[in-house]
C-alpha cells in the first residue's frame, strides 16, 4: 500500500520556522516529482512548491519565494518543505503529493499528482 506521511506542522508566531516531512512508503518516488500543497479553510487548494525528480529543477508559488524552501532525499524516499518568516496567512493544511509519471516535469497542477497524503496542520499567529 503506497502511503505518504506528513510531519512537522504545529503552531507557531509570525515569523518563525517550520520544517515539513513527508515519508512514502510502499514504493519509491524516486524517479517522480513530489510537490507540496496546501488548504485553508473554506478555500480551495493551492500549490505551493514542487520539484522534479532529480531535485535539480524547482517552482513556487509567488507568496512563498524566498521563505520556503523544497528539498527530497532519494535515498530515505523523502521530501521537506522548510518554511521561513511564516505568516498568519500561510495557516493552512499542507499536503504532500507525488506526480504518477516517471521523469515528469515539475507542476504545479494538483490533478497532476496520484498521489496524496493526509496532510498536517500548520498554524501561524499573529
Known amino acids: 500500500q503506497v502511503q505518504l506521511t506528513e510531519s512537522g506542522g504545529g503552531l507557531v508566531q509570525a515569523g518563525g520556522s517550520l520544517r515539513l516531512s513527508c515519508a512514502a512508503s510502499g514504493r519509491s518516488f524516486s524517479r517522480n516529482a513530489m510537490g507540496w500543497f496546501r488548504q485553508a479553510p473554506g478555500k480551495e487548494r493551492e500549490f505551493v512548491a514542487a520539484?522534479?525528480?532529480?531535485?535539480?529543477?524547482?517552482t513556487y508559488a509567488d507568496f512563498v519565494k524566498g521563505r520556503f524552501a523544497i528539498s527530497r532525499d532519494n535515498a530515505r524516499n523523502t521530501v521537506s518543505l522548510q518554511m521561513n518568516s511564516l505568516k498568519p496567512e500561510d495557516t493552512a493544511v499542507y499536503f504532500c503529493a507525488a506526480d504518477a509519471r516517471q521523469y515528469g516535469v515539475v507542476t504545479m497542477n494538483k490533478d497532476d499528482y496520484e498521489y496524496w497524503g493526509r496532510g498536517t496542520q500548520v498554524t501561524v499567529s499573529s
Open positions: 520539484l522534479s525528480w532529480s531535485g535539480s529543477s524547482t
